[in-house]
């Protein structure tokens, strides 16, 4: 019996899948940072929604919202980070 994936592991290699997505959807399709960003959003809200209902869903992202307004992604542009995402 293998031990459960740990937290961190799962997250990396889900970022990993996700970074790879974007290359191909900017690389192999010409898509462009509004149509990317819209199309992520767009897949995650939907399910989301199936998972937990929209309600939940909404508040998910409202939380997601606060955090980036908190600063919580300076460190991309060079700044100091407020604190993580998940």
Request: proline fraction near 5%; hydrophobic fraction near 45%.
């Amino acid at each position: 019996m293998t031990a459960p994936p740990n937290s961190a592991d799962v997250s990396d290699g889900c970022d990993l899948i996700i970074e790879r997505a974007i290359e191909k959807m900017a690389r192999n399709v010409g898509a462009n940072p509004d149509i990317i960003l819209n199309r992520l959003l767009t897949f995650a809200g939907a399910h989301l929604c199936l998972l937990v209902g929209s309600s939940e869903a909404a508040n998910l992202f409202r939380q997601a919202a606060i955090k980036i307004e908190a600063g919580h992604f300076q460190i991309l542009a060079g700044g100091e980070p407020a604190g993580g995402l998940h």
